[in-house]
Structure formats: C-alpha cells, structure tokens
C-alpha cells in the first residue's frame, strides 16, 4: 500500500473526484495559480483548467454562497476557505442559507456543497487564526461534519463529502498535513457517521477525533505501560456522530475519556457525555472525564498557547482518574 | 521641509526597514514563529501617511504592522518582545506579529482578518466626531481587503456619517499570490472607492513627498469635518507575502523595476539635492537605527513568556 502524506490523500481525492464527476468545481483564494495555501489543491489548475478551479478575491461570504447557489443549480463544488477563522466571515452564507435552504423549501432544493477549511493551533499563528469552530457547525441542522485524522480516512472522507449530496464542512488539521500514512489504491467513500475503532483495549474508552486523535493514541501508549488497556475511538464524523459505536465501547470499559481541541463549553464532550449519561448511564463505572482546549483564546507565545491544547498527559490524568488511580 | 525634517524623514524610512532586516534574521533563528509579514519596500506609504499625524490621532492597521507601531512613536523594545512572544511586549506576548497594539501611542492595532479593522475605524472616527474632537483616524489595509463585503460596508458608512478617517490602501499589487487585476473586477482600487462619495487619491507609494502631500490634505479635511478620503497609494512589497511566501509568481523583471524605484535611496537622493548633505549624516542615522535595534534585541532575549498561571487573564474586565 503506498504511504502517502495527508495532503496528499486529499489532493489525491479531488483529483479522483474532478475526473469522476464533471460537476465537481473548485473555488478560493489562491486555490488555482498559487495551489492553496497549504497545497491541497496543487496541480488541479493544470489538469482540469481555470473554468473548474477558480481563484476567487478575498470574499468569503461570497465564496460560500456562490458554492451554494452552483449547487442549487446542479454543480457539485467544493469550496476552500483558507483557515477556518475565515468562516466567520461566512456563517451567514453557511448558516442562514447553506444549511436551511432545503428545509425552508419544502425539499426542493439539494445542495451537495463540500466546504474544505483548515484549522487547530499549535502554529503560533495567534488569536485570530488559531480557533477550533468545529462546535459551530455541529450545532447547526441541516449540515454534515467531517474531521479526518489520517490520510487513509482524509482520501475516503473527502471522496465521501463530494458525493454526498447535502452540505459537509469538512475540517482538516493544519498540524496533520505533513503526516504520514498508509492509503490503498482505489479507495472508496468512506461511510459517514461511522466511527472507527483504531485500538482495542478494555479498561476505557478515549473518544476523539481530527487533531486530536494521534493526542489519544499516545496516550494509550502511555496507559498501556501502566498496565491499562485504552481503547480509541476516532469519530471521524462529528455530525452525525456514531452513538452506537461509542456506546457499545463504553459497555466494554465502563470508563470515557472525551478528548476535543475546542473549548470545553457546550464542546463536543458535552455532547458526547450528555448521550453517554442517558444512552449508558448504568454501564459506567466512573464520571466521564472531558480533555479540552483552554477555555481561551490562543495566544501567540508559545509556551502558552502549548498550554491550551490537549496533550497526551493530559488524557492519561484524566483516564486514570477514571479508574481512581 | 528643512533638513532637519527631512533627516527625520530618512530616520524613520530606515528604521522602518532596518527592524524588518532584523525581525527576518531573528525569525530565521527560530527567535518567533507564526506568520510574519513584513512591510519592507513600502515604507514611505506609512511614513508619508503618518508624517502630518499628531499624536492624539488614531491609527490601525492589517497584520504587517511593524512599521505603524514603530512609526506611532511604539518602543521597538516592545515592539521585538511582542515578536518574541515575551511578556515584555507590547500585547504581553498573547499577540505576536500580526497583532502589535499600544493605547499610549493612539495605535488601535493590527488585524489578521483581511478588512476586519476597517469597520473599527469607522466606530473610532464615531468617538471623534461624538465628543466632538479634531482628531482623525488613519486606517490602512491591502488591495485584497477591497474585495471584501464588510470593506464595503465600512466606506459606506464612513462616507454616510462624514466621519474623520483617511482610509489607506496600500495597492502592493498582490493578496498573497492572486494580482489585483486577477481579484478584483475594477482594477484601479480608487474608482472602486469613489462611488462611496468621498475624495478619492492614486498616489505613488514609493515616493514619500507624494505620499505626505496627499495625506496632508486628506488629513486637513478629516479634522475640518469634511469627511472621509481614500487614497490609493501604488507600493510594492520586495519580500513574499509572508515569511514562508517564496513569491514566485512574480517575475524578476517586476521586481526588479519595484527595486529601481526603492523609496530609500529616493528619499536620501532627494536630501543630498536640496541640501548640504555629507554621506556621514546618513552614516550616522543608520549607526542610530542598528543600535536602537540591537538594544530592542536585547531587550527582547532577556525577557521571557507569561507563566502560565496567567493565561486566562485579560478574558473579561475583572
Ligand atoms: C478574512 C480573511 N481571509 C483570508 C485571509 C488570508 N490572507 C491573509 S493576508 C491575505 C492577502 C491580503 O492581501 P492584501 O489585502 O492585498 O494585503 P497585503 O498582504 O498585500 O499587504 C490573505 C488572503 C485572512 N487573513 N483573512
Ligand atoms: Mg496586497
């Protein structure tokens, strides 16, 4: 199996996709001549020419909202927005109209739209480009979302999101890029809304997901030396998420370790534990724990803002006290 | 202008330029990270836009904000802490680069969201007018902000409410790696402007006395109630976008015709034209700058970061 990076699993998957589907267009800033600014889109210019890969000014709102209103009108694009902070800019196109518009019609509209947004700090890039937004899209109905943590998962993720027909954000880890990993020839879209279980283990569950699912695996490492067997699930899908996965695992361990790069209120692990209290409540054995970022904003220093994110210490504390250690 | 002023001039152009030299030489140490976009090769935009200043007017910016904040009368000792991420900086070290801001200096900051400072110009210039003030607030953001929606939405409301703000374009041709004529469906960024009713300048950003001259009047009429004015000053910026930016959509030839036209050696051949000037003048303001910025240096290794106990400070007014 060809070892390929995580870039290149998603360069890989456009590229599949563009030549599968002449629908599929691709539009953002610096996404044609320059590549994209983290090279994702690399080589689709040459291959598939300027009506299909589109350089667009600085204007994410509108970004968004031409992806929608192409979509609405039978193209398949996928849209980039530089770094996730830039969907601030975009939530109303993404919230107040992506989102709603097929419900408000009646279902007459479909809106296959596959927003690609990098983000998750640890790049010293500060406040303002460091945000983990994931919790946003989550909240709202009517949108898919999707956070690949390998480039296994980015290539069969990303070919699932395009053909999909409702709206998927699709969120990659900026500090996964340049990670490395096996992925098969031929891959196939993967199933959305289906976790993976990426380690067996008995004693507890760490749920996880993007960014933060190598974050679990090393400290299942850890835990493992300390004679605990952690088991890791990766969610792969953040909505909607795999319930039944995730409450199957906690049957086997009794035990739960969220773990998000988002702040904690009203994050992903309250969710997660919110279901886990009413879906399993007799299966666990302790409290479940929740990892997360710094219920702040990313500073610059780097000390610092290492300070905000989940590390695996910070899991193996957490899974410990789960077990009272 | 006397010598004096225009040796003034010729101080803050190199010193503008000089601390960018060092900030690149200290990145590359490893001393900062993140992004770092630096301003060199559009020095006397800024110069010439703040020379007519005071020191109550406001100024805010984008993210290559070096030279504003150095300008402004800012420490470059806080300036290069701040890059370091130390407490020492001028934000504590919680901003970096892209986001250096000084309440004693009237500088209202640098913003790393392309067009998201020029609504808070206009809410600045509000202040003004509602206290009843003669200040003015100079804002200045790229050509790629032009493209943006709430762009738009700040000129029309400057214009709409006859606010004191001077909106500076820095036209340096490029957003990253897309041209203006490749982004934008009106290529000259004034036209674009003046259908928000104000007066609008195309000026050559590379050379200061053009430069001064349009923002003085523009400046002039802003504290004189007459509204906002929007100049569109043509500059070129010699470095990528940003630290990790090899720039190489651009051709050599381009740059090369940018570099002929290098406001420095301008400025200092302008100097030497009207004056009596001896090459050792010049030798000692540069002498002047190189120690300021190593004593900025050294100011900033011996600081350090905020422990980490402090990391939720600032959240809220306590
Ligand atoms: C809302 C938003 N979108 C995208 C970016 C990414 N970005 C940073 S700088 C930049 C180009 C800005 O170009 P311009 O306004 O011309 O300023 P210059 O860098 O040339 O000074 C882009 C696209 C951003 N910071 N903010
Ligand atoms: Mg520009």
Known sequence: MPTISYREALNQALFEEMHRDEGVIVLGEDVAEYGGSFKVTRGLLDEFGEDRVIDTPISEAAIVGMATGAAMCGLRPVPELMTVNFAYLALDQICNHLALMRYMFGGQVTLPVTIRMPGGGGHQLASQHSHSLEVFFVHTPGLIVLYPSSPADAKALLKAAIRDDNPVIFLEHEGLYNAEGEVP?????????????????????????????????????????????????????????????????????????????????????????????????????????????????????????????????DVVEAALRTLGV | MNKAELMEVYYLMQLARTFETRVAEQYTRGKMGGFCHLYTGEEAVAVGAMWHLRDDDYVIGSYRDHAYYLLRGGDPGKAMAELFGHKEGCCKGKGGSMHLFDWDINFLGGYAIVAGMCPLAVGAAKSIQYRGEDRVVVCFFGDGATNQGVYHEALNMGSLYELPIVWVCENNHYAIGTSVPRSSARESLARKARSYEMPTYVVDGMDFFKMQSVAERAIADARAGKGPSFIEAQCYRYRGHSMSDPATYRSEEEVEYWKKRDPIPRIKAAIKHDFEVEEEEFEEVDARVRRELDEAIEFASEGSELPVERLYEDLYVE
């Not at chain 1, 724990?289 to 590390?311: F, N, T």
């Open chain 1, 185 to 313: 020839e031929g891959t196939e879209p993967a199933e959305i809304g289906r976790a993976g279980i990426l380690r067996q283990g008995k004693d507890v569950t760490l749920v996880a997901y993007g960014g933060m699912t190598n974050v679990a695996l090393e400290a299942a490492d850890t835990l493992a030396e300390e004679g605990c067997e952690a088991e890791v699930v990766d969610l792969r899908t953040l909505r909607p998420w795999d319930k039944e996965t995730v409450v199957e695992s906690v049957a086997r361990t009794h035990r739960v370790v969220t773990v998000e790069e988002c702040p904690p209120v009203c994050g992903i692990g309250a969710e997660l534990s919110a279901n886990i209290y009413e879906l399993a409540f007799d299966e666990l054995d302790a409290p479940v724990e929740r990892v997360s970022g710094a219920d702040c904003h990313l500073p610059y220093a780097k000390e610092l803002e290492q300070a905000c994110i989940p590390h695996a210490p």
